[in-house]
T-cell receptor, first 112, second 113 residues
Framework: DAGVIQSPRHEVTEMGQEVTLRCKPI?????LFWYRQTMMRGLELLIY????????DSGMPEDRFSAKMPNASFSTLKIQPSEPRDSAVYFC??????????FGSGTRLTVV | GQQLNQSPQSMFIQEGEDVSMNCTSS?????WLWYKQDPGEGPVLLIA?????ELTSNGRLTAQFGITRKDSFLNISASIPSDVGIYFC?????????????FGTGTRLKVLA
């Protein structure tokens, strides 16, 4: 099992540019989560999906953020336009049971 | 919003020593999870606790679900250098939906050989 796969591992972009983060969950996991980690705010849940359907997006900071899950094996988190305060590590996680997720290795985003 | 407070924020210990850390909140939680995060990686699940008073072990790690459901504790016995990392607790609120967890602020552990 390859685990949760995220790409890219690192992304540096200029303010105002569109950024797309990608995630492949573990096969068979019905739930997918996007988290953001910063020193100031720790790990924050942005959105989660069940069977490809967004269930709770209350953590999405603003309209510049959007997430999709077109099929069971792929999800994207898009930021358009990006701002320096969006700099953080973005994690994708998937789950088969309610008792804990498996996280990916994260994408470190730097917006300059 | 709800917050999970972890303590200590960081700690240095000698190899071989036991380690204790805790997580507290003003809210009641249904489930407690403990994760460890290594530099440059995502958190890895260590222990899951499902009911008040539960005590669960995973090798040298032992965690407990507090009786009040507002706290949890993690102990590491006979620490070794690879225990270095950041330890996070996470709690599931009763009203949050089954799969939504709030994460604590983390305890950064450093082991001196």
């Amino acid at each position: 099992d390859a685990g949760v796969i995220q790409s890219p591992r690192h992304e540096v972009t200029e303010m105002g540019q569109e950024v797309t983060l990608r995630c492949k969950p573990i096969s068979g996991h019905d739930y997918l989560f996007w988290y953001r980690q910063t020193m100031m705010r720790g790990l924050e849940l942005l959105i989660y999906f069940n069977n490809n359907v967004p269930i709770d997006d209350s953590g999405m900071p603003e309209d510049r953020f959007s997430a999709k899950m077109p099929n069971a094996s792929f999800s994207t988190l898009k930021i358009q336009p990006s701002e320096p305060r969006d700099s953080a590590v973005y994690f994708c996680a998937s789950s088969l049971t309610p008792f804990g997720y498996t996280f990916g290795s994260g994408t470190r985003l730097t917006v300059v | 919003g709800q917050q999970l407070n972890q303590s200590p924020q960081s700690m240095f210990i000698q190899e071989g020593e036991d380690v204790s850390m805790n997580c507290t909140s003003s809210s009641i939680f249904n489930t407690w999870l403990w994760y460890k995060q290594d530099p440059g990686e995502g958190p890895v699940l260590l222990i899951a606790l499902y009911k008040a008073g539960e005590l669960t072990s995973n090798g040298r790690l032992t965690a407990q679900f507090g009786i009040t459901r507002k706290d949890s504790f993690l102990n590491i016995s006979a620490s070794i250098p690879s225990d270095v990392g950041i330890y996070f607790c996470a709690g599931q609120l009763p009203s949050s939906g089954t799969y939504k967890y709030i994460f604590g602020t983390g305890t950064r552990l450093k082991v001196l050989a």
